[in-house]
C-alpha cells in the first residue's frame, strides 16, 4: 500500500494505492480495450466502466468532483502504472534464491 496525492484542477485527492484500487484500474483498463477494439461492444462495457470508475472513485478522499472525475481517474493509472514499474524493478535487482548450483 501507498498513499498518493494528486492535484485536479486545482483540488487535492488523497488515494491509498491498496490491491483492491489496483485490481480495479486494471479491469478499468481491460474495459477501456475491449470498447476500444470493438467499439460495438461499448455500450455493452460502458455501464460496467462506470460502476468501475465510481468504485476506484470512492477510494479517494476528498469526494471527487465530476469535473474532475476523468482527469483524476487518469491520474490514478498513471499512479498504480507507475507503482507497478517499481515492484518490477526492484524484482529484477533482488537476487534470486536457490539459483546457486550446488557443488558435489
Do not use: C, W
Request: glycine share 4%; charged share 35%.
Amino acid at each position: 500500500m501507498s498513499a498518493k496525492q494528486v492535484d485536479v484542477n486545482g483540488t487535492e485527492y488523497r488515494i491509498i494505492i491498496t490491491d483492491q484500487v489496483i485490481g480495479h484500474v486494471n479491469n478499468l483498463k481491460n474495459l477501456y480495450n475491449v470498447a476500444y477494439e470493438d467499439p460495438e461492444s461499448f455500450e455493452d462495457v460502458s455501464a460496467e466502466i462506470s460502476t468501475t470508475i465510481n468504485e476506484i472513485a470512492g477510494t479517494v478522499e476528498p469526494k471527487a468532483e465530476d469535473s474532475d472525475l476523468d482527469g483524476l481517474i487518469q491520474e490514478i493509472i498513471q499512479a498504480v502504472d507507475n507503482k507497478a514499474k517499481e515492484i518490477e524493478k526492484e524484482l529484477e535487482t533482488k537476487p534470486k534464491k536457490g539459483t546457486r548450483k550446488k557443488s558435489k
